[in-house]
């Protein structure tokens, strides 16, 4: 059984935050209701989804940035565009979905059964990049091509300042997206119910 997650992503339909370097909050000890500072980040970008609004907004739009684990945006989104009628179908974990795994995982081992909705919940809830590679193995038959249909589907929507080198976010010197395209990506899964349920779970 897959451990415990230990991280959850929250993505809100009313709002979303995209901090490329905010490395603490600082928040004042008033009455007042507490507001974050924002001095540590580099890029923000704070929309209202219900609305169509941008509320705030810090640093270039278009800056070329590292996408570290905004990727799994786009792993989540085509993770759920190949197997969202596949939840229950159970699939046993090869050597191969996890070799060359890096970085923070769930624990997913080989051998391993599980169903197409617990890899789902441990990539878009868990960030597990041991869970992004075995969705890229279910999804496009191997890490590179679903790096292909990651770039593909990214120019299709408009991400012009968008490249993917991995499924998992880990830094490459070829990787780089922009806090706008991680809005335009951000906007479509709010759109999506199963993504929203998986992510705030």
Known sequence: KIEHLRRSAAFFICFIIICAVLPFYSFASTAKPAVPDTTGASYIYLYNYECDRIIFSKGSLDKKISPASTVKLMSGYLALQHLSNRLDEKIEITDEML??????????QSGD???VNDILYSL???SGNDAAHIVAYLCSGSVDGFVNEMNATA?????TTTNYTNPTGLDDSHAYTTVYDTAIMS???AKNELFLKMSTA
Do not use: A, Q
């Not at 070799?99 to 997913?108: H, K, L, P, R």
């Not at 120019?155 to 991400?159: F, K, P, R, Y």
């Open 113 to 115: 059964i599980l169903t």
């Open 187 to 189: 906007k479509l899964n």
């Open 124 to 126: 878009i809830c868990g």
């Open 155 to 159: 120019h299709e929507l408009g991400m």
């Open 99 to 108: 070799s060359d795994v890096e970085g923070f995982t769930v624990g997913i």
